[in-house]
């Protein structure tokens, strides 16, 4: 069964870290690019971190650069997310994303991968 599973959102105080997960089964992981996205409440889904599917390429949208830091590790199937200095407009649904296109979905941050995960809520509130 083809699943990607979020975890490790939470609260957390401005100026904060969390670091969250995104654990793939049931597909060829390794083949895979695989993104975080984020949804607040009123708002569009967006693009954040992403990171190709050797974990040679990465790519981070404007509002976390120098904050976040994405990383995989195929042999458990896993890519992380590492946010450090979390400020209140960071509070969204974070969702994981897999496709086989970097360019599609890192670059152009297109919404429609082949996989998503269900989502992981983080709030940034003191």
């Known amino acids: 069964q083809l699943q990607l599973v979020e975890s490790g959102g939470g609260l957390v105080q401005p100026g904060g870290s969390l670091r969250l997960s995104c654990a793939a089964s049931g597909f060829t992981f390794e083949y895979h690019a695989v993104g975080w996205f984020r949804q607040a409440p009123g708002k569009a889904r967006e693009g954040v971190s992403c990171?190709?599917?050797?974990?040679?390429?990465?790519n981070y949208a404007d509002p976390v650069k120098g904050r976040f830091t994405i990383s995989r590790d195929n042999a458990k199937n896993t890519v992380y997310l590492q946010m450090n200095s979390l400020k209140p407009e960071d509070t969204a649904v974070y969702y994981c994303a897999a496709d086989t296109s970097y360019l599609s979905m890192c670059i152009r941050w297109k919404t429609d991968p082949d996989y998503w995960g269900q989502g992981t809520q983080v709030t940034v509130s003191s």
């Open positions: 990171i190709n599917n050797n974990g040679g390429d990465t």
